[in-house]
C-alpha cells in the first residue's frame, strides 16, 4: 500500500524544480444504466505536482447549467483521506472534513437550518474519505485484479461514523479492470448497494461508476447513477496517469 503524502501542499508548490499540471475533465451523472435521462454534469479540476495530486475541484451543475454543488479536497497531509469541504448549494447541505495530527475532525450539516454535527476521532492508517477513496483503489488496483482484496475504513460524515470497505477486482475486455466496492461486514452488506467501477489498466483513469452519488435530487432524496468520464479536454491521457478524483461520498 502506497504510503500517505506527509508533505504540506504548499511547500512542494514552493518548490521550483517541481513541477506543476492542472488537468480538466469531466462527467456525466445518468439516472440509470439507461442512459435515458441526465441527472447532473460534473466538471473535474486536479492538480499534481511531480505527478503527486494536492488538490482537486469537483463543480456539479445541473441540465440547464446552474452550480449546485461543490467539493474541493486537499490532499496535502494524507492522500487517501484528505481535507475536504462539499456543499449542496440548494439545500445548504454540507461536510468538511479536516486532519490535525493524528485526529479528524468531521463536521455535517443536513441543510441551512440544521445545527451542525461534530465529531473528532483518531486517524487509522487505513482510514479514506471523500475522492481520497479513489486515491486508494488506484493504489491498489493492481492487487486487487491479482485476486488481493484489500480493505479502508470509509469516513460517512453524515452518519457521523465509519465502513469497512473491500475492494474487489477483476480484468475485462480491451484493458479494462472491473472493480467492486463491498461492506465489509456480511449483515450490512445485505442493506447497502455495491458500488461498481471500470478503471484503465494502463492510465489507471476511471472509466465509469454506478452507485449511490453524493449529490441528492432536486427533492432531497437519494439517487443511484451512472458517471461517465470523458478526458478528451484532459492535457494527458495515455501518456501520463491521471488520478481521477470522483467517487461519491
Not at 483513469?205 to 441528492?216: A, E, M, T, V
Amino acid at each position: 500500500m502506497r504510503k500517505f503524502l506527509l508533505a504540506g501542499a504548499a511547500l512542494l508548490l514552493c518548490s521550483p524544480s517541481l513541477a506543476t499540471d492542472t488537468v480538466v475533465f469531466s462527467g456525466t451523472a445518468y439516472k440509470s444504466k439507461k442512459k435515458q435521462s441526465i441527472a447532473y454534469n460534473e466538471t473535474h479540476e486536479v492538480t499534481e505536482v511531480s505527478g503527486r495530486i494536492v488538490k482537486s475541484k469537483t463543480t456539479y451543475r445541473n441540465s440547464q447549467g446552474d452550480i449546485i454543488a461543490v467539493l474541493s479536497c486537499d490532499y496535502g497531509k494524507n492522500t487517501y483521506l484528505p481535507d475536504f469541504t462539499f456543499e449542496d448549494l440548494r439545500s445548504g447541505n454540507w461536510e468538511k472534513v479536516v486532519v490535525t495530527g493524528d485526529k479528524v475532525n468531521i463536521q455535517y450539516r443536513d441543510n441551512r437550518q440544521a445545527e451542525i454535527e461534530e465529531l473528532t476521532m483518531d486517524i487509522d492508517k487505513k482510514l479514506s474519505g471523500s475522492q481520497g477513496l479513489n486515491q486508494f483503489i488506484v493504489s491498489n488496483l493492481e492487487k486487487a485484479v491479482m485476486g488481493d482484496r484489500p480493505v479502508t475504513t470509509f469516513i460517512l460524515p453524515a452518519r457521523q461514523t465509519t465502513v469497512d470497505m473491500i475492494l474487489i477486482g477483476k480484468k475485462g475486455e480491451d484493458g479494462l479492470a472491473k472493480v467492486e466496492l463491498k461492506l465489509q461486514n456480511p449483515f450490512l452488506r445485505l442493506f447497502a448497494p455495491t458500488l461498481e467501477l471500470v478503471y484503465d489498466q494502463k492510465s489507471q483513469n476511471l472509466i465509469s461508476y454506478y452507485g449511490n452519488s453524493n449529490i441528492y435530487t432536486d427533492t432531497g432524496d437519494k439517487q443511484k447513477v451512472l458517471i461517465e468520464y470523458d478526458y478528451s479536454q484532459a492535457s494527458r491521457i495515455a501518456a501520463k496517469r491521471i488520478k481521477n478524483d470522483q467517487i461519491p461520498n
